[in-house]
């Protein structure tokens, strides 16, 4: 199983944008999906994360400008930003949880100028 993301980058403060990623490998069905991110000298914290069916959950910092979402077809799952702040600057990292294991991406980096 491999989870690869994309979308990050540099955006401008106030912008919006789309962070993707997609599991891949032979016959597999995700359930629960999130994405998290680095805190310096602490573990990854849950941004945001969401069922097979489609229910999600939010950190109190993501509730408002921050929306998951899912193909399940695809097994890829969605994270856009809006009014994008510099403190969202970030590693962003996925997560998908694929019979009873939990996978990791790589992360992806979301840079923001003020």
């Keep these: 199983v491999h989870l690869v993301e994309s979308g990050g980058g540099l955006v401008q403060a106030g912008g919006s944008l789309r962070l993707s990623c997609v599991a891949s490998g032979s016959g597999i069905s995700a359930n629960a999906m999130g994405w998290y991110r680095q805190v310096p000298g602490k573990q990854r914290e849950l941004v945001a994360s969401i069922t097979r069916g489609g229910s999600a959950d ?21 994270l856009d930003v809006d009014n994008l702040k510099p403190e969202d600057a970030n590693v962003y990292y996925c997560n998908a949880e694929i019979e009873g294991i939990s996978y990791w991406g790589q992360g992806t980096q979301v840079t923001v100028s003020s």
Excluded: E, H, L, P
Excluded at 67 to 74: L, Q, Y
């Design 58 to 78: 939010y950190a109190n910092s993501a509730k408002g400008r921050f929306t998951i979402s899912r193909d399940n077809g695809r097994n890829t799952v969605y």
